[in-house]
T-cell receptor
């Protein structure tokens, strides 16, 4: 299994500002994922971040709003730009590992963001 | 596109009861299926991973089954405890996972 940490664990931000969330993994992984969980909802994939290439964004998410960095195989950042109250969510970093040859995903503790 | 549905959305049971949470998915060509637990405002804890070639997995009081032909998985919790109160999420797909909306479980002492 993989141990994932995220910083910050929570934050309260003002409308129009930006927040960068960090994700650190205790082992090298190829694929890292960023999810959003809006209040009372399930997880929605924002993007897939592979080291050495640009992130791949899901429908409804764009790089200008959610720029992602992946400088090495153990670290990634997600920035939530020009925030509005609708961005209030839990943001979760996830990595894919292998269990018996099959992919298994592990999740960080999440970053709870409140935008005022 | 894979869609995952969980029923019921919420469930309240007295302590000690056995219970079943249901998960259905539209695309049976899955690689594996994972069950997660999420406490309020927290991240996800992986409970069980069922590989596509398997029919069930067990961990302690938890047992998860998988029926690919019918597109269903169930999570069975035996002898429920108040500490089991959480939201349980089912997810499947070929990395990354697609999630259901979860079942919010309350176990009353």
């Amino acid at each position: 299994s993989a141990v994932i940490s995220q910083k910050p664990s929570r934050d309260i931000c003002q409308r129009g500002t930006s927040l960068t969330i960090q994700c650190q993994v205790d082992s090298q992984v190829t694929m890292m994922f960023w999810y959003r969980q809006q209040p009372g909802q399930s997880l929605t994939l924002i993007a897939t971040a592979n080291q050495g290439s640009e992130a791949t964004y899901e429908s409804g998410f764009v790089i200008d709003k959610f720029p992602i960095s992946r400088p090495n195989l153990t670290f990634s950042t997600l920035t939530v730009s020009n925030m509005s109250p609708e961005d209030s969510s839990i943001y979760l970093c996830s990595v894919a590992g292998t269990s018996g040859g099959y992919n298994e995903q592990f999740f960080g503790p999440g970053t709870r963001l409140t935008v005022l | 596109k894979q869609e995952v549905t969980q029923i019921p959305a919420a469930l309240s049971v007295p302590e000690g009861e056995n219970l079943v949470l249901n998960c259905s998915f539209t695309d049976s060509a899955i690689y594996n299926l994972q069950w997660f637990r999420q406490d309020p405002g927290k991240g996800l804890t992986s409970l069980l991973l069922i590989q596509s070639s398997q029919r069930e997995q067990t961990s302690g009081r938890l047992n998860a089954s998988l029926d690919k032909s019918s597109g269903r998985s169930t999570l069975y919790i035996a002898a429920s405890q108040p500490g089991d109160s959480a939201t349980y999420l089912c997810a499947t797909g070929n990395t990354p996972l697609v999630f259901g909306k979860g079942t919010r479980l309350s176990v009353i002492a």
